[in-house]
């Protein structure tokens, strides 16, 4: 598809907002489900609810808990970022250096290749399976596959809360696979991977893909007729861990190795070139700034993290902070931020200009808000442009037009999160010792 051919493409795509679907089982309580569903039986009918409307379910209650309480009816409908704050209310213009890749850069596409043909076929049987359930929480329970990043004893916490249904903000929000309120249409990476139409590895390259079937993915090598860049489930878990990782900061760099695992993960199975993770984790970046810069969306979203902290903090008996430090965790911090930082571009080579100046995307600095809530916009714009990932690693887009709009690819958020800042006289900042 040529340059013009898909900007062509990008202006006839429609501007609809997701629909507010939860709205009308909330009011008339009843469900829409699949028909396959409904003429299985009520038990179907019971486990279609619960994959698709979790929030809707009875919560268990408990004496001297938080009592659950569900998003008001006024929370469901049209938000503006519901559609994106890039070009065409998508985000083409986080990835499109993507097209200049393929076009020029035959040795990137074919590291690509490479890379996940390694990763997929020297994966251990742990791997496979931990790769295995996160291709299945696409569709609903993603939080559960996501849980052991809040550690061992927070992470059975949160399992079992979200198992008596006692999180229904959080699980509205983030946690109804495609339904998710504070995901849609124009986080979905669906209308770029119509424009970049870019067959997945195991479609190119299929005597080198070892399939790894089973853990409830029979079905999953049947996407053949599925673009892979960007891919969609980096995407997911890189907007939920995001917003997850800014209504707990506590947990921001755990969470965010976490979806990076989840993008890694997709190369384990054969279904995503580290092309495709990285620019996974771009789009669902950008699109959690744009729902966290949304005045409405982040009144929701703080809602969801004041119930899953309140749970959370009432399961464990004390403060999170202090649950955090006396936890198992799933990585420590240092370690947390290494897998983050080396999954930013998964070994691949560097095509730009390593000395290329940095734009720090204007949605960005406010993701910090809640680690460093002392600092201005354009402080925390110096902690992101401090831990920065270096210039010129592929889909680092220094077009004029990327520069404008700044690098999510260089945005390590991990590194910010887990920044040591201090704030001297005047407007001396220093970031992990260094002036930034």
């Keep these: 598809m040529s340059p013009s051919t898909r900007q062509n493409t990008i202006r ?22 699949p028909a396959h569903a409904q003429a299985a039986g009520s038990s179907a009918l019971t486990e ?29 409908g049209w938000y503006i970022s519901d559609l994106s704050s890039y070009d065409g209310g998508i985000y083409y213009d986080v990835v499109s250096s993507f097209s200049d890749l ?3 850069h035959p040795e990137v596409m074919k590291d690509s290749l490479d890379t996940v043909v390694d990763v997929n076929n020297s994966a251990d049987p742990e791997t496979v399976r931990r790769a295995q359930v996160d291709a299945a929480a696409d569709d609903g329970n993603l939080l559960t596959a996501l849980s052991d990043a809040f550690g061992s004893t927070l992470g059975e916490a949160l399992r079992t809360s979200l198992q008596e249904h006692r999180l229904p903000k959080t699980r509205t929000l983030m946690d109804s696979g495609y339904l998710s309120r504070a995901g849609g249409l ?15 590895p195991f479609v190119v390259a ?18 053949s007729g599925s673009a892979a860049f960007p891919s969609g489930h980096t995407n997911q878990a890189s907007w939920t861990t995001t917003l997850l990782a800014v209504l707990l900061p506590e947990l921001a760099p755990q969470l965010l ?26 789009t669902g970046q950008a699109a959690a700034a744009d729902r966290w810069n949304d005045p409405k969306m982040r009144t929701v979203l703080t809602q969801a993290g004041q119930e899953l902290r309140a749970e959370l903090e009432w399961r464990t008996g004390m403060p999170l902070a202090e649950a955090v430090a006396t ?56 902690v992101l442009a401090a831990t920065a990932l270096p210039a010129g690693y592929p889909l680092d ?40």
């Design 257 to 282: 190795a976490r979806g990076a695992e989840a993008g890694y993960n997709r190369m384990v199975m054969g279904v995503h070139y580290p092309l495709d993770v990285v620019g996974g984790r771009m």
């Design 397 to 436: 887009d220094q077009s004029p037009k990327g520069r404008a709009v700044g690098s999510w690819q260089r945005m390590n958020l991990a590194a910010a999160f887990a920044a040591d800042v201090e704030v001297g006289q005047g407007a001396a900042l220093m970031v992990n010792g260094r002036p930034a």
């Design 102 to 104: 393929r076009d020029n």
């Design 327 to 382: 936890d198992t965790p799933y990585r420590s911090t240092g370690v947390a931020v290494g897998e983050y930082t080396s999954r930013m571009t998964h070994g691949l080579r560097r095509v730009g200009d390593p000395e290329a100046p940095l734009t720090v995307p204007q949605g960005a600095p406010e993701l910090l808000v809640t680690a460093f809530p002392d600092l201005s916009w354009g402080q925390r714009a110096r």
């Design 206 to 223: 299929p005597d080198r893909i070892t399939k790894h079937t089973g853990g409830g993915n029979e079905g999953l090598y049947d996407l």
């Design 48 to 76: 279609a609810v619960g994959e698709y409307l979790p929030a809707i379910l009875p919560a268990v209650q408990h004496h001297g808990a938080p009592v659950p309480e569900p998003l008001s009816l006024s929370d469901y």
């Design 186 to 200: 124009a986080s979905s990476t669906l209308i770029e991977k119509e424009i970049f139409n870019y067959d997945r």
């Design 12 to 33: 006839r795509i429609p501007l609809i907002a997701v629909s507010p679907v939860l709205t009308v089982a909330l009011v008339a309580g009843t469900v829409t489900v």
